[in-house]
Nanobody, 120 residues
Framework: QVQLVESGGGLVQAGGSLRLSCAAA????????MGWYRQAPGKQRDLVAR???????NYADSVRGRFTISGDNAKNTVYLQMNSLQPESTAVYYC??????????????WGQGTQVTVSS
């Protein structure tokens, strides 16, 4: 129904920046929300940031002020600009998209994840 293509992960030094991208391809339904979640080894998957079609955003307290999420509705693409990265930000970052598949149900789809590693 939808494929999520993620890019932008990699290795960066502490204090550096990365920009993640996620494009939703071949979607037949309206996208209500796109966002980013992250999961470090041995920990649960947590929200980083999300944005809806009206450009309303939500951020985890730990990243507010340093990370910025934005979207391009025409391209069904979401971006995550990550600044002032620290080693504790090291994790696999997953893109997620919510699709309005019926009038009464929204389904969530996940990307495969992209590794972000921050060195000291």
């Amino acid at each position: 129904q939808v494929q999520l293509v993620e890019s932008g992960g990699g290795l960066v030094q502490a204090g550096g920046s990365l920009r993640l991208s996620c494009a939703a391809a071949r979607s037949s339904y309206s996208i209500t929300t796109m966002g980013w979640y992250r999961q470090a080894p041995g920990k649960q998957r947590d929200l980083v940031a999300r944005i809806n079609s009206g450009s309303t955003t939500n951020y985890a307290d730990s990243v507010r002020g340093r990370f910025t999420i934005s979207g391009d509705n025409a391209k069904n693409t979401v971006y995550l600009q990550m600044n002032s990265l620290q080693p504790e930000s090291t994790a696999v970052y997953y893109c997620a998209v919510d699709l309005q598949v019926t009038l009464w149900r929204s389904d969530r789809y996940w990307g495969q994840g992209t590794q972000v590693t921050v060195s000291s």
